[in-house]
Antibody, heavy 116, light 107 residues
Framework: DVQVLESGGGLVQSGGSLRLSCAASGFTFSGYAMSWVRQAPGKGLEWVSAISGSGGSTFYADSVKGRFTISRDNSKNTLSLQMNSLSAEDTAVYYC?????????WGQGTLVTVSS | EIVMTQSPATLSVSPGERVTLSCRASQSVSSNLAWYQQKPGQAPRLLIYGASTRATGIPARFSGSGSGTEFTLTISSLQSEDFAVYYCQQYNNWPRTFGQGTKVEIK
């Protein structure tokens, strides 16, 4: 069964940092691009970042460029998102998803709350 | 950035009815269009990709059509488990962008 499972969310102060992780299973992780998508409370979906299977290509939304860094460890089947200089606008559920065209499947999400 | 616009924002329907949801792109995305379903407290689920290809395990009552800038998701006979929010998403260009969603609620 293809699965992805996020962890690392929590409460952080404005200006702080947080690192999210996503553990993948049930597929050849290094063969697939991966993405992060977020959803602010009561709002729609916003694509955040993506990375190729090798990790050699990365992509970011303008809203996070220069503050967030996506990476992957193919030996551990793990995707990460390092988030720096967080603000209240970054408060959201962050989903990890397989792929960087369409996204399938999605994890259950991890909540990041940035307090001011 | 390609702006995706969904209509209507909310649709009130009765079980068994046929439902049509619309999605418009601000510029052509060819057939690089996906649809997702999201229920309260759950992650989104892929329904359709390539504008018209059903994802694995998706019932045949869900169908997608369109290309270029105009797309449609049709649910042929709405079931109780289909009440949810539906999002379209383009993957023709970076950044990937989503529509604002259409909520399908019980009439």
């Amino acid at each position: 069964d293809v699965q992805v499972l996020e962890s690392g969310g929590g409460l952080v102060q404005s200006g702080g940092s947080l690192r999210l992780s996503c553990a993948a299973s049930g597929f050849t992780f290094s063969g697939y691009a991966m993405s992060w998508v977020r959803q602010a409370p009561g709002k729609g979906l916003e694509w955040v970042s993506a990375i190729s299977g090798s990790g050699g290509s990365t992509f970011y939304a303008d809203s996070v460029k220069g503050r967030f860094t996506i990476s992957r460890d193919n030996s551990k089947n793990t995707l990460s998102l390092q988030m720096n200089s967080l603000s209240a606008e970054d408060t959201a559920v962050y989903y990890c998803a397989k792929g960087f065209t369409y996204f399938d499947p999605w994890g259950q999400g991890t909540l990041v709350t940035v307090s001011s | 950035e390609i702006v995706m616009t969904q209509s209507p924002a909310t649709l009130s329907v009765s079980p068994g009815e046929r439902v049509t949801l619309s999605c418009r792109a601000s510029q052509s995305v060819s057939s690089n269009l996906a649809w997702y379903q999201q229920k309260p407290g759950q992650a989104p689920r892929l329904l359709i990709y390539g504008a018209s290809t059903r994802a694995t395990g998706i019932p045949a009552r869900f169908s997608g059509s369109g290309s270029g800038t105009e797309f449609t998701l049709t649910i042929s006979s709405l079931q109780s488990e289909d009440f949810a929010v539906y999002y379209c998403q383009q993957y023709n260009n970076w950044p990937r962008t989503f529509g604002q969603g259409t909520k399908v609620e019980i009439k």
